[in-house]
């Protein structure tokens, strides 16, 4: 029996929002939440035991308050400073039923980085769909940044240890750290994203041709003036966002004719576990570090908690990104 489906997409789940009449906007506004609630697949022992800080107001621009979660470990000890994952969410309409951060992909990933030993950043941003307005989201996301590192010492979170997370339509927003990288960013993550816009005739519609080369990350890569963090990659071999996979192929091609620090996960689809016949066709690598549970084996989901509920994301790529950033957050300067 499968335990996962496919992932529907945002825009498709946007055209019933837009389309539907007054009941049936309601009645869609209620799919999309519930849609959005399911959790990932990967279970960590503790994600039931984290401390949440909640709708933190980061940023107020006119009557705009953009708000972040803050998870971290239940046990981090007085004075420790730990780790810090930002995670982007990918591009949404300003008037979407459930903002991302209080999307259950994102909480689930805040309480599975926080149980992992770490601290997650789950914040809303205002990169939108269908106008990218990826300007105002790259602004958002750097002061998302400035504000906890401004603030880290009462987060209990290292300045000097962050990784960002981006999903889909929020893979532009690693253009400016690839191409100016920061010593305190240890590592980069593209989870299905767009990673050269020059393809993509959606953000061709809504941005000048300086604006797609400023946001393309594989532009960026040719443009970078540091040494890279480690980057990961996911990809899904059919993923079905239009434009998105030529240009994430370009990076990949990119990053290796440069010899970047890259790891890459390539499945054949996006939300599958890998008990499916259509599961995953490449695996980490062996060497990557992967959490432990009390019974020495590495950390993944029983048969019960994959059959739970839809799961987002397959566990194995989960493993993969957690290793990689608790690898990163460990070294002085990979």
């Known amino acids: 029996m499968k335990t996962s489906r496919r992932a529907s997409t945002l825009s498709a789940l946007i055209l019933v929002l837009a389309n539907g009449r007054a009941a049936g906007q309601a009645k869609s506004s209620n799919d999309m939440a519930e849609r959005v609630s399911k959790p990932v697949v990967y279970q960590v022992e503790g994600m039931d035991r984290v401390r949440v800080r909640k709708d933190l107001v980061y940023k107020k621009d006119g009557s705009a308050e953009l708000k972040m979660?803050?998870?971290?470990?239940?046990?981090?000890?007085p004075g420790e400073s730990l780790p810090a994952v930002f995670f982007i969410h990918g591009g949404v309409p300003r008037d979407v039923p459930v903002q991302p951060k209080d999307w259950g992909i994102y909480r689930s990933w805040g309480r599975l980085i926080a149980a992992s030993g770490m601290a997650a950043v789950t914040f809303n941003h205002r990169v939108g769909f269908p106008d990218p307005n990826l300007t105002q989201g790259a602004a958002d996301l750097a002061d998302a940044i400035a504000f906890v590192r401004g603030r880290a010492a009462d987060f209990g979170i290292d300045p000097e240890r962050i990784a960002l997370a981006a999903y889909s339509a929020g893979g532009p927003l690693l253009a400016a750290p690839i191409r100016e990288p920061k010593p305190y960013l240890r590592c980069l993550v593209a989870f299905y994203a767009f990673l050269d816009l020059r393809p993509s005739a959606l953000h061709r519609k809504f941005l000048s041709e300086e604006q797609i080369r400023k946001f393309s990350p594989v532009v960026a890569l040719s443009e970078s003036t540091g040494k890279l963090p480690p980057v990961f990659v996911a990809r899904a071999g059919k993923d079905q966002i239009p434009d998105l996979l030529p240009g994430l192929d370009r990076f990949v091609t990119e990053a290796l004719a440069r010899n970047a620090p890259l790891v890459l996960y390539n499945q054949r689809s996006r939300g599958v576990s890998e008990e499916e016949p259509d599961g995953p066709?490449?695996?980490?690598?062996?060497?990557?570090?992967l959490r432990k549970r009390d019974n020495g084996k590495a950390g993944s989901p029983s048969s019960s908690q994959r059959s739970a509920g839809h799961p987002i994301e397959g566990h194995d790529i989960q493993q993969a990104f957690v290793a990689l950033i608790r690898l990163s957050a460990s070294s002085a300067r990979l």
């Open 69 to 77: 979660d803050i998870s971290t470990p239940e046990k981090q000890k």
């Open 281 to 289: 066709v490449a695996r980490p690598s062996p060497a990557l570090p």
